[in-house]
């Protein structure tokens, strides 16, 4: 894959768990330096719709002709919604990168999840997601997950737009705009 320096990303993360329904935000980013866009949608938490909403948001956008590469923060979003990532690059024809500042604990994930209806499905997504590898990165390592690219080229994308942080700019983004809508929201219900 030719990676240029001003990859669009489409980056999504989610509010925090104070409803049924939880608000994903996703942020359009030429590679970790602007910003072309932002979208939201909502899935259900603990849900079983992740993939399905998420797969909608990008095929739904007008952005989406542009966009060269989805990435996650995680593969479980809303408490234990998980994204399966192989369904989600066949839908969209887009290659998937997840983002995790430290391995997850995959016994305690399994174990949280049989408390959850849906058992199979969910811990299939969790397995669809495939190999955890370790990225090396100016200030320590993140590990990565992808669908749909390889591990080296995913690798070059989380390195070229983790540029204000220690993590890639479009998830940091997606993040802070989720937490301060939630937030603000919050706030004026008060």
Known sequence: MHIKPEIRILAIDDSALIA????IVGVIFRAG???DGVLRSELVRDGLD???VIAEMVTGTRHYPQIRV????GVTYGGFNVI???????????PVIVVMRTAPDIGRIRD?????????????AIMNAGTITKVD???GSLCIQCAGISTEDA???????????HIPEPLRVAHLIATGIVCGESRGRA
């Not at 690798?155 to 942080?165: F, L, P, R």
Request: glycine fraction near 4%.
């Open 20 to 23: 049924d329904r939880i608000m």
């Open 33 to 35: 330096e602007w910003l």
């Open 50 to 52: 992740g993939t399905d």
């Open 70 to 73: 989805i990435m996650l923060d």
């Open 84 to 94: 399966d990532i192989k369904e989600l690059h066949s839908r969209t024809g887009l």
């Open 112 to 124: 949280a999840l049989r408390n959850l209806p849906d058992f199979e499905k969910r811990w299939q």
């Open 137 to 139: 990165m100016p200030e």
């Open 155 to 165: 690798a070059k994308i989380v390195q070229i737009s983790t540029t204000h942080s």
